[in-house]
């Protein structure tokens, strides 16, 4: 079975025999290591290099999680949240918390904001379930998912006493570094190491997003294995017509230096949109630099064409679009024939919900490319672990490729530090006594 196709036939651009050698050459910079920030590329060989007893530690951890806890609360940030959010989402029924049986359990997030009612109301929400947490943080040091731990750590030393607390909190962190490993090392908390050559945007494939995701029931032996093969399709020896990320990465080139600066990346089925969440994230700061880089967007179709639809069709003509396209769903829903046929349906009785869905992919597209919106199509047969273990390496070898195309360190995110430095003045944190009144003068 083939993982994942990719057609470019309609966007517009025709790539030139320098840049296809340009961008295997981006390629070949992430296996010598001579490209900028060349510390962070232990995600390129990562999915071969699991270990059999990394994924054993994993999943004996996350057993034990989910024999606890009808709840597990996941706490991170950016890179050590949207991973596990995305492939979860994509794996899981859409309507998991209405039915009655769960077989796995409950995975929900906190630490992605400061939000006082989203943290009260998950509070409030957990009290009749058992909980446990996994806290996520690659330097250990990152504001929100601190203050969330702190909160949700207290709740679990309060009810279940702090001995019994220590095998309901697990740690994925810095080897060494940071004040999580030092508070795990002291609590005795269970840990698991993020690598230090892999940051965090590319970190899905470590403890960072494995462990919540086996918590949640994904099989991650599929989902690193489909990562795997396309780790093989797109190795250094892979002549450009055959290496997917090399033209997805040419493509977007092309289209960039001719204008197009936003990619809206889109997909028919609703449980991928936290896979255009985490793309956006692995885009948007891996290229976003410098004053360069395309402004990543997304959309979820069709419910987006009766929003964003029109701005695509006929707005400033600055974008291309990238669908992410399904060819087989899971289930199988008809449209019934209905003798009054007052709502003049019955064209569509005895079609299955998907060929509609096929026929609105098809209409759209061809709308935009007439309204001069090139597009890209990434197709892949059904949502499965193995797919979308493949997707996701797909963007991070393309990501890294398309980096150095636009020569950018696609690998740091300096970008994210002014935020913070204004936020720690503002709430008055020691060493910022200077910052703090310097920005209180500006309020
Ligand atoms: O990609 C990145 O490096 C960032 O988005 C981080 O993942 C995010 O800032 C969270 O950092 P940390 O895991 O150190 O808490």
Not at 74 to 90: E, N, R, T
Not at 142 to 150: D, G, Y
Not at 251 to 271: C, H, Q, V
């Amino acid at each position: 079975m083939e993982l994942l196709k990719l057609n470019t036939s309609k966007s517009g651009v025709a790539l030139s025999a320098e840049l296809k050698s340009a961008a295997l050459a981006a390629n070949s910079l992430l296996y010598s290591g001579k490209g900028a920030g060349n510390d962070f590329l232990g995600w390129v060989n990562l999915p071969s290099s699991i270990s059999a007893e990394e994924m054993k530690a994993i999943k004996e951890c996350a057993a034990s999680l989910r024999s606890k806890a009808e709840v597990v609360i996941c706490i991170g940030i950016g890179g050590s949240y949207l991973g596990a959010k995305a492939v979860l989402d994509a794996m899981s029924n859409s309507f998991e918390l209405l039915h009655k049986q769960h077989n796995n359990p409950i995975v929900l997030f906190a630490g992605q904001n400061i939000s006082e009612d989203y943290t009260a109301e998950l509070l409030e929400a957990v009290k009749g379930y058992s909980i446990a947490t996994i806290v996520i943080s690659k330097s250990g040091t990152t504001t929100e998912p601190a203050i969330a731990f702190r909160i949700i750590k207290e709740e679990i030393e309060k009810r279940y006493g702090k001995e019994e607390a220590k095998s309901r909190i697990v740690a994925v962190t810095d080897k060494a570094r940071g004040a999580l490993k030092t508070l795990a090392t002291q609590e005795g908390y269970a840990t698991f190491v993020i690598p230090d050559n892999v940051g965090g945007r590319f970190s899905v494939l470590t403890p960072v997003g494995l462990l919540p995701l086996a918590v949640g029931g994904v099989d991650i032996e599929a989902l690193v294995e489909g990562a795997k093969a396309m780790e093989q399709a797109t190795a250094e020896s892979v002549a450009f017509e055959d290496n997917l990320a090399a033209q997805y990465a040419a493509t977007r080139y092309a289209l960039y230096t001719s204008g197009k600066k936003i990619e809206i990346l889109g997909s028919y089925e609703p449980k991928l949109q936290n896979i255009n969440e985490w793309w956006k994230q692995l885009y948007g700061e891996s290229e976003g630099k410098d004053g360069k880089g395309i402004f990543p967007a997304s959309v979820t179709l069709t419910a987006d064409l009766h929003s964003m639809g029109q701005y695509i069709q006929e707005g400033e003509r600055s974008m291309f679009e990238t669908i992410i396209s399904v060819e087989k769903p899971a289930h199988e829903v008809k449209v019934e024939a209905d003798e009054a046929n007052l709502d003049g349906l019955n064209f569509l009785a005895g079609k299955r919900l998907h060929e509609i869905n096929k026929m609105a992919e098809l209409g759209v597209q061809l709308a935009h490319i007439d309204g001069g919106v090139p597009n890209l199509l990434i197709q892949i047969p059904a949502i499965e672990e193995k797919t979308i273990g493949a997707l996701l390496y797909f963007f991070e070898k393309a990501c890294g490729i398309s980096g150095y195309l636009i020569d950018v360190n696609p690998f740091n995110q300096p970008g994210v530090e002014a935020y913070k430095k204004n936020m720690f003045a503002l709430l008055d944190k020691p060493g910022y006594e200077a910052e703090s009144a310097a920005i209180k003068s500006r309020l």
